[in-house]
């Protein structure tokens, strides 16, 4: 099987895989751990919730940065071998199964900034889709675990693209905004509600959050 990916974005993908901020693989005694990061390949625990970027990294337009994965779900499990897993971890059958699937908001979102795209095939070639963080915490990841976990990760896979809109959705992900536009002074970022189901209560705010968003994405991306 041949990974629909650029390589040097796999590499880095599987250099993720193995972390040297998860515990398993870091140095010893190194202060540069994320010890509340859960590895466990067999239950699922496994830098994870990635995808996208299926053509070339210059077709790449729009990166966009979630919170981070939730709890496996039911049967989920992986080798531990970072190729094998990261087959499973971009494949279609992955991405478009169920609870996997890709949320209907984000759905929504990318038909709104790709509206001449329609179809999540096409639209994953223009799209990266990514984690402020990538591996599930036990409780709510620490400031330092997210920055760490930025560095070493998120702003590496941003590298590879040519001058990408970021699109930073929900309050998580917009805690690293300051070290983002550090790393990438000239980056254009875009903040968003979470795609995450909204309480019924904040339904219209997000939606009219995602609108007001894939309006700026398009105006930007159109301005490249």
Same mark, same amino acid.
């Given at each position: 099987?041949? #990974? ?6 796999? $590499? *880095?993908? =599987?250099?993720? @895989?193995?972390? !040297? ?87 929504? #979102? ?6 001449? $795209? *329609?179809? =999540?095939?096409? @639209?994953?070639? !223009? ?98």
């Amino acid at each position: 099987m041949t #990974f629909q990916q650029d390589q040097r974005l796999i $590499e *880095r993908l =599987l250099d993720m @895989q193995r972390c !040297r901020h998860l515990e398993e693989f870091a140095t010893v005694g190194s202060d540069q751990v994320c010890r509340s990061a859960i590895y466990r390949p067999c239950d699922g625990y496994v830098p994870r919730a990635f995808g996208g970027a299926k053509r070339t990294l210059e077709d790449v337009k729009l990166v966009i940065v979630s919170n981070g994965p939730a709890w496996p779900i039911q049967d989920e499990s992986y080798s531990g071998n970072p190729e094998e897993d990261l087959r499973s971890l971009l494949g279609d059958r992955y991405i478009n199964s169920e609870p996997h699937s890709i949320h209907v908001n984000l759905k929504l #979102f990318l038909d709104l900034v790709f509206p001449c $795209e *329609r179809g =999540l095939e096409n @639209q994953l070639k !223009r799209v990266w889709m990514t984690n402020s963080v990538h591996c599930t915490f036990e409780g709510e990841a620490k400031m330092s675990d997210r920055k760490r976990c930025a560095n070493a990760n998120l702003f590496r896979q941003i590298e590879l693209f040519s001058n990408p809109v970021v699109v930073l959705a929900g309050s998580k992900p917009q805690l690293i905004l300051s070290d983002l536009l550090s790393a990438f002074p000239y980056i254009r970022v875009v903040k968003c509600h979470s795609f995450s189901k909204p309480f019924p209560k904040g339904k219209a705010f997000a939606e009219s959050s995602w609108c007001e968003a894939a309006d700026r994405v398009k105006a930007l991306i159109a301005q490249h």
